[in-house]
Nanobody
Framework: QVQLVESGGGLVQAGGSLRLSCQAS??????????MGWFRQAPGKEREFVAT????????SYSDSVRGRFTISRVNAKNTVYLQMNSLKPEDTAVYYC???????????????WGQGTQVTVSS
């Protein structure tokens, strides 16, 4: 099992920045967390892909809605993945979830472990 705990969410004005963190524990570096992803879910909407990163950090992928504004990174020595969010918009408001999986993918169903989520609210 891999446990994931997100932090860093909060309230920010449009145009501002936040950095989310996801701390992994348990069976890390065993293949279960080869790929780390961020997803988000707004009220009344389905959970959607935001960004993902491979183990080495060389492979990343972003949704069209955040590409150029968000940056995903990871520090394996700290078992931590980050999501730097810049130029935030009100439509970025959602609960952000960290996920761990073994395959590089954008589908939520391919990720095995999930955090509890952290709320990000962007005011206009």
């Amino acid at each position: 099992q891999v446990q994931l705990v997100e932090s860093g969410g909060g309230l920010v004005q449009a145009g501002g920045s936040l950095r989310l963190s996801c701390q992994a524990s348990g069976r890390t570096n065993s293949g279960y967390d080869n790929v780390m992803g961020w997803f988000r879910q707004a009220p009344g909407k389905e959970r959607e892909f935001v960004a993902t990163i491979g183990r080495s950090g060389a492979m990343t992928s972003y949704s069209d809605s955040v590409r150029g504004r968000f940056t995903i990174s990871r520090v394996n020595a700290k078992n931590t993945v980050y999501l730097q969010m810049n130029s935030l918009k009100p439509e970025d408001t959602a609960v952000y979830y960290c996920a761990a999986g073994s395959s590089f993918a954008v589908l939520a169903s391919t990720y095995t472990f999930w955090g509890q989520g952290t709320q990000v609210t962007v005011s206009s």
